[in-house]
């Protein structure tokens, strides 16, 4: 070697072992970032250089770090809440309603590739379904029959989410709000309806007690005996409560011969009341006496 040659340099061994630190620092970086775990309800949607790779499933997966990126799908049911709908009725009701969806991706790939957003998109086709479909039913079928609109709606909505990969599981309307004079209204309504009812069946039991009165009396009039054992009877319950007052019940068809011999023409109370008649005309009246002139 010359004299104007310049010595090298011996690496020392501190040197190596900050190269090899660094080294291992980027690779441990650029693993942290290429891998990715994904938990059992959850898909992966992977673009490789803006283009779509198959659908990742659960467990570690591999991408490319500034080339790969990866767009979790949650498939669980997720639920959503349709605020409260200003409507108008078949009948020109207006009414608040409200409703919840439930609802769930079945296709991840569709879902981020048809629609920008498919939570907000669905909730908007709930909400515009809603409105629409109430507005032809009247406010009766609101109240009674909301499993058939429960069932219409879902179909309806699910109709036009099936192309994004969203399952409608179910649609719940939760409340339905009308205004106080309409509730009113509704009150009166039920409270003539449940008088009504009454009455009938306060009806229909007069009709059967006399239906059962008549046929008992039918009974009585075939049998004297009995009707004596149910005077007994009546006048033994009279007794039963140590009353002071004997009710004796007396039938009119026994006083009615002794009434009939006593103010017949020639009888004792005709006599009496018309003595120059002595019997002669029996065209006179025991009711046309003098005395009650």
Request: glycine share 6%; charged share 25%.
């Given at each position: 070697?010359?004299?104007?040659?310049?010595?090298?340099?011996?690496?020392?061994?501190?040197?190596?072992?900050?190269?090899?630190?660094a080294a291992i620092v980027?690779?441990?970086?650029?693993?942290?970032?290429?891998?990715?775990?994904?938990?059992?309800?959850?898909?992966?949607?992977?673009?490789?250089?803006?283009?779509?790779?198959?659908?990742?499933?659960?467990?570690?997966?591999?991408?490319?770090?500034?080339?790969?990126?990866?767009?979790?799908?949650?498939?669980?049911?997720?639920?959503?809440?349709?605020?409260?709908?200003?409507?108008?009725?078949?009948?020109?009701?207006?009414?608040?309603?409200?409703?919840?969806?439930?609802?769930?991706?079945?296709?991840?790939?569709?879902?981020?590739?048809?629609?920008?957003?498919?939570?907000?998109?669905?909730?908007?086709?709930?909400?515009?379904?809603?409105?629409?479909?109430?507005?032809?039913?009247?406010?009766?079928?609101?109240?009674?029959?909301?499993?058939?609109?429960?069932?219409?709606?879902?179909?309806?909505?699910?109709?036009?989410?099936?192309?994004?990969?969203?399952?409608?599981?179910?649609?719940?309307?939760?409340?339905?709000?009308?205004?106080?004079?309409?509730?009113?209204?509704?009150?009166?309504?039920?409270?003539?309806?449940?008088?009504?009812?009454?009455?009938?069946?306060?009806?229909?039991?007069?009709?059967?007690?006399?239906?059962?009165?008549?046929?008992?009396?039918?009974?009585?009039?075939?049998?004297?005996?009995?009707?004596?054992?149910?005077?007994?009877?009546?006048?033994l319950e009279l007794g039963?409560d140590q009353n002071s007052?004997?009710?004796?019940?007396?039938?009119?068809?026994?006083?009615?011969?002794?009434?009939?011999?006593?103010?017949?023409?020639?009888?004792?109370?005709?006599?009496?009341?018309?003595?120059?008649?002595?019997?002669?005309?029996?065209?006179?009246?025991?009711?046309?006496?003098?005395?009650?002139?």
């Amino acid at each position: 070697m010359g004299d104007g040659a310049r010595p090298r340099r011996r690496r020392t061994p501190l040197t190596g072992l900050i190269i090899a630190g660094a080294a291992i620092v980027v690779v441990g970086v650029a693993l942290a970032f290429s891998v990715t775990v994904l938990r059992e309800y959850e898909r992966g949607v992977v673009f490789r250089a803006g283009r779509v790779r198959p659908l990742y499933g659960p467990g570690m997966r591999f991408v490319i770090p500034l080339v790969d990126r990866l767009v979790r799908v949650d498939q669980r049911v997720v639920t959503l809440t349709i605020p409260p709908q200003e409507v108008i009725t078949k009948d020109n009701v207006p009414a608040r309603v409200n409703a919840v969806v439930m609802f769930r991706i079945t296709e991840p790939v569709k879902a981020i590739l048809a629609v920008e957003n498919y939570s907000v998109a669905t909730s908007q086709i709930a909400q515009t379904t809603l409105r629409s479909l109430l507005g032809r039913a009247d406010l009766d079928t609101l109240l009674a029959h909301r499993e058939d609109l429960n069932q219409d709606l879902r179909n309806i909505i699910e109709r036009q989410t099936s192309d994004w990969g969203v399952e409608v599981q179910i649609v719940e309307i939760k409340d339905v709000e009308i205004p106080e004079s309409m509730q009113r209204a509704m009150a009166r309504e039920a409270e003539a309806e449940r008088e009504r009812r009454a009455k009938i069946i306060n009806a229909h039991g007069e009709l059967q007690a006399s239906e059962e009165l008549r046929q008992a009396a039918d009974t009585l009039s075939r049998s004297p005996a009995s009707l004596q054992l149910r005077y007994l009877q009546t006048l033994l319950e009279l007794g039963a409560d140590q009353n002071s007052t004997v009710v004796f019940p007396l039938p009119v068809d026994i006083i009615t011969p002794f009434l009939r011999s006593a103010f017949e023409p020639g009888g004792p109370a005709w006599q009496r009341d018309f003595p120059d008649h002595g019997g002669r005309d029996e065209h006179v009246s025991p009711l046309d006496r003098p005395d009650r002139g």
